[in-house]
């Protein structure tokens, strides 16, 4: 198991990360989500009612008000732990999903487990606990993944990847050799499901087959066009070496709507997740109608967190407002309906080229 020292490296990771996060530009700085390449047919004559639109639904067994995850962020710090509350009381009145960031700096050093618990506040959300999946060459195990679930009384654990962010980190863990049978073993043993998620350079339609062929139960795409984790790194960088190396990965990755397609070719009957640059409701619903099953932001809540809860409720009903009203337009009564309409291409993508 990793020193307690290391902890504390990990820890002043993640106050680098939220403080970078909220006082820097750290989007990509050409490359969209490709969200902007689809547009719904407007429905002038819906036959809905806007007050009976239905946004609620279901994942993994546990039923949502709305289809709207709050994208693992962070963990590890006070700052975090305020924020992950904030994030949690809202999650819980609204009746929305949650992520919470890499429980690594609690695994390493267990006095860090209070700043991911948030069950006292939300007892009833769906929660996803998080470990980075590189970590699985680093030492850790089924026991460890274990660990993460029961620290915070999770309902499916999250094996993030994040390949180009441990490369650009002068620090980071670069073994990502022989992850698959790793992963499989994480997936047979835990009696939880196991969600993999990229970090937002989106998965490719090959990465998603292999993920589903070791058991991973469900994919979160997190595609480019959103926070540029390489730019994140280039902000922390010691030195103007290691800022040149990121700095060249700025626009790195897959959209979001094209890592969307990629993987519901392949994906036809596990969750999907979309994530990556999202912003608002008509970002949901493009992704929903794209074949996501679920929507998840982060940079849009962290903002919000790290105000207080009621930004984050606020914020909350803003994106389901906006939501249901792209459906009313869009001539869509509920999810399943949303999620069988075709987008109109309003310019080429180069899924159609």
Not at 70 to 82: C, D, L, N, P, V
Not at 296 to 323: C, H, M, N, T, W
Request: aromatic letters at 6%; glycine letters at 8%.
């Amino acid at each position: 198991m990793p020193e307690v020292a290391d902890s504390q490296s990990t820890s002043s990771r993640k106050a680098d990360h939220i403080r970078i996060n909220l006082e820097e530009n750290v989007q990509f700085p050409r490359l969209t989500t490709g969200l902007e390449r689809y547009r719904f047919l407007h429905q002038a004559v819906p036959e809905l009612n806007l007050a009976e639109i239905d946004l609620s639904t279901a994942f993994l067994g546990k039923p949502l008000t709305a289809p709207i995850l709050i994208s693992s962020m962070t963990g590890g710090t006070e700052q975090a732990h305020r924020i992950n509350r904030n994030l949690a009381v809202a999650a819980q009145q609204m009746g929305i999903a949650m992520g919470l960031g890499s429980q690594r700096a609690a695994i390493e050093n267990p006095s860090l487990a209070w700043t991911f618990q948030v069950r006292d506040v939300a007892p009833d959300i769906l929660l996803f606990a998080n470990l980075g999946a590189v970590q699985l060459n680093y030492g850790y195990g089924v026991e460890h993944c274990q660990r993460a679930v029961d620290m915070v009384e999770a309902d499916a654990l999250i094996l993030h990847l994040n390949v180009l962010q441990e490369a650009v980190q002068p620090e980071g863990d670069g073994n990502f050799a022989g992850l698959l049978d790793k992963i499989e073993q994480v997936c047979c043993a835990l009696p939880v499901p196991v969600i993999a998620k990229e970090v937002g350079w989106g998965l490719s339609e090959e990465a998603a087959r292999r993920l589903i062929d070791v058991g991973v139960s469900v994919l979160d795409v997190a595609g480019s066009g959103g926070t540029s984790w390489s730019e994140v790194e280039y902000h922390r960088a010691p030195n103007a070496f290691h800022a040149q190396v990121a700095a060249c990965f700025a626009d790195w990755g897959i959209p979001t709507a094209d890592s969307l397609i990629y993987v519901r070719r392949v994906a036809s009957q596990i969750p999907l997740i979309a994530s990556g640059g999202l912003r608002d409701g008509v970002d949901i619903a493009k992704c929903l109608a794209l074949g996501a099953d679920l929507a998840g932001l982060a940079g849009p809540f962290l903002k919000a967190a790290a105000q207080s809860d009621e930004a984050v409720l606020e914020l909350i009903e803003l994106l389901e407002r906006q939501l249901r009203i792209a459906m009313l337009c869009a001539g869509a009564g509920n999810i399943a309906a949303l999620k069988k309409i075709s987008l109109v291409v309003h310019s080429p993508s180069p899924l159609e080229s």
